[in-house]
């Protein structure tokens, strides 16, 4: 594309993509692919990394907070920059920076090594979502977003089928180290492949822009349109979060399913999300956003309150119970972002995305520290209170269902179309 069509206005695309943009889709996915698995697999890990670091579940959900605390103070930071550089230029600055925490958490032989490991990933990864966000919003009309989203987004599958598992072998055959490394081994790759294959995204710096870069940023969040799409990534993310870290932890413990049955958990959850990723997004797309939120938001729920209050249960039950629960995260994650992107001006894209990742990630931060706090951990390893993190998950989601409705709202007066 020239500059001058990514800086005018996107009006809606045929049905398709060109093959440069199918080039770049999949080259998006891999970048989050590689940044979902190095955010995730500290889970899975949970379970071998804390008795060989000798640690308790509470420090174990600062490593993992750690992470996204760091991630959101650096997407604040890059906030009122964001918009100033070649989008690509900006990936390939915190992917290199992403790449070299990850290296140091392979390296880390104590607790603390890995926190900072931890730390130095989640300073420079933390941004790269919203640079991907960023991209794809300059590059893909609104009609194209569901399906593009969707497919990027297969990447939270494909970390589950091939990475996850791969990780979990590997950590059970050596140790939990040798993960990381094959994890940055394949950054690497990705840092060449943007390289080389990514054309410019700098078509958003014809468009008139404020020099400094702190009042790009209070105008990008002193924008009232903007405040309850902020919200809703707030609200999502605290939910998420609050799960995610103690699902290894709780599967084995209270589940009573032997650690070694993990990776065939996630291979068979991934291998459906993959093909539900790309259902969710042409739905969104041909149906409308909301409309499957709120179908995501529904199954969710009810998904949520059976597999908190679940005892030990065969694996069948424990991988129907994650193929259903990733069917409905898939169902809102996909549409919100797509219809969340139609919401910031083209030359304020950048800095409204980093700002969300911020949010985002401090707001996941904060929920892994809640859920660390609400529950415990008795002798045999078995989590008290887990039902107690479902029930602010399930508030969680039923409020953003809400404030959805009202973006939904804005989007259609904002286009002139009844479904978006």
């Excluded at 995730?40 to 579940?57: H, K, R, T, W």
């Excluded at 392979?106 to 933390?126: D, K, Q």
Aim: contains cysteine; aromatic residues 10%.
């Amino acid at each position: 594309m020239t500059e001058q069509t990514v800086a005018a206005p996107i009006v809606d695309q045929q049905p398709g993509f060109s093959r440069y943009q199918s080039v770049l889709v999949a080259l998006l996915a891999l970048v989050q692919f590689t940044i979902i698995l190095d955010f995730m697999i500290m889970s899975p890990l949970g379970a071998i990394i804390m008795p060989a670091l000798d640690i308790s579940a509470a420090q174990f959900g600062v490593a993992v907070s750690a992470y996204a605390f760091s991630a959101g103070i650096s997407g604040i930071l890059a906030a009122g920059f964001a918009d100033r550089f070649d989008r690509k230029r900006l990936l390939l600055f915190f992917y290199l920076g992403f790449t070299a925490g990850t290296a140091l958490c392979a390296l880390a032989p104590n607790y603390h090594l890995l926190l900072i490991g931890r730390i130095v990933t989640g300073l420079f990864g933390g941004v790269i979502g919203s640079v991907v966000l960023a991209i794809v919003t300059d590059l893909f009309a609104l009609n194209l977003r569901g399906r593009v989203m969707g497919y990027v987004q297969t990447a939270f599958a494909a970390s589950q089928v091939l990475g996850i598992p791969a990780g979990l072998f590997l950590s059970n055959h050596w140790n939990w180290h040798v993960a990381f490394g094959a994890l940055v081994i394949l950054a690497i790759v990705t840092i060449a492949a943007i390289a080389l294959v990514m054309r410019p995204v700098n078509a958003h710096l014809l468009l008139k822009q404020d020099n400094n870069a702190f009042r790009h940023l209070i105008a990008t969040l002193s924008q009232p349109r903007y405040t309850l799409a902020f919200g809703v990534t707030t609200l999502l993310a605290t939910g998420g979060f609050m799960l995610m870290p103690f699902g290894s932890a709780f599967t084995v413990h209270n589940l009573g399913i032997d650690i070694l049955h993990l990776p065939t958990i996630y291979l068979v959850s991934g291998l459906f999300s993959i093909f539900t990723g790309p259902l969710v997004g042409r739905a969104s797309d041909t149906f409308g956003k909301f409309p499957v939120f709120v179908f995501g938001s529904a199954v969710s729920v009810v998904m949520v309150l059976i597999y908190t209050h679940l005892g030990q249960v065969s694996l069948t039950t424990v991988i129907v119970v994650n193929v259903l629960m990733f069917v409905g995260i898939f169902s809102r994650m996909i549409p919100s972002q797509a219809l969340i992107s139609a919401i910031p001006d083209p030359s304020q894209r950048g800095s409204f995305s980093a700002v969300s990742a911020s949010l985002q990630q401090l707001s996941g931060g904060l929920g892994s520290v809640l859920a660390a706090a609400i529950i415990a951990q008795n002798a045999d390893g078995t989590l008290r209170h887990f039902d107690r993190l479902g029930y602010i998950v399930v508030a969680t989601s039923l409020l953003s269902l809400v404030a959805m409705y009202f973006i939904q709202k804005s989007v259609t007066n904002q286009t002139g179309k009844q479904v978006v």
